[in-house]
T-cell receptor, first 110, second 114 residues
């Protein structure tokens, strides 16, 4: 069974601090990885995607990929209350299908 | 505005009844997907279609059916064979399965049993 695994949380982060979310995957054939944010009762919204080893930054968000360790992470700098949500990690298989993790709930406390 | 439209937003099913969830996109995307999300869980793939008139079963296809007669439309029918249909259903699309581009989601349909 090809899996994507995340800590379910909740991850409690003080406002202004860095939130660090981790994701591991078992399918070595996975090429593309995505982070989605999902507010309660809403549909997932794409935040970041990364294809190559290393870091990719977009505003307050940084995605990190290490294919050798089969590890993807998301850093949220200067966390805001509006960042409180569930963050879903997903990776594609060779057929382009996404495998989703169960998500990590982030709670930013004032 | 380009996007993915799902309807209805809320749907109630009576026992023994089939219901159909609508998904329409005007993004000119070839690939479309249906997912199911249960509370506190990730998304599970029901069916996907990479091109018109073709579709494939996902991980949890039993009790569901789909059609892809038009590029823009990918309706999902929840049949009476699906004994536990209560969930949040999400439709997604992407340019094509090989592009590596991300999937984008509609707003979802919440299905409950009466």
């Amino acid at each position: 069974q090809k899996e994507v695994e995340q800590n379910s949380g909740p991850l409690s982060v003080p406002e202004g601090a860095i939130a660090s979310l981790n994701c591991t995957y078992s399918d070595r054939g996975s090429q593309s990885f995505f982070w989605y944010r999902q507010y309660s009762g809403k549909s997932p919204e794409l935040i970041m995607f990364i294809y190559s080893n290393g870091d990719k930054e977009d505003g307050r968000f940084t995605a990190q990929l290490n294919k050798a360790s089969q590890y993807v992470s998301l850093l949220i700098r200067d966390s805001q209350p509006s960042d409180s949500a569930t963050y879903l990690c997903a990776g594609t298989d060779s057929w382009g299908k996404l495998q989703f993790g169960a998500g990590t709930q982030v709670v930013v406390t004032p | 505005d380009g996007g993915i439209t799902q309807s209805p937003k809320y749907l109630f099913r009576k026992e023994g009844q089939n219901v159909t969830l609508s998904c329409e996109q005007n993004l000119n995307h070839d690939a479309m997907y249906w997912y199911r999300q249960d509370p506190g869980q990730g998304l599970r793939l029901i069916y996907y279609s990479q091109i018109v008139n073709d579709f494939q079963k996902g991980d949890i296809a039993e009790g569901y059916s789909v059609s892809r007669e038009k590029k823009e439309s990918f309706p999902l029918t929840v049949t009476s064979a699906q004994k536990n249909p209560t969930a949040f259903y999400l439709c997604a699309s992407r340019t094509d399965r090989l592009s590596g581009q991300p999937q984008h989601f509609g707003d979802g349909t919440r299905l409950s049993i009466l």
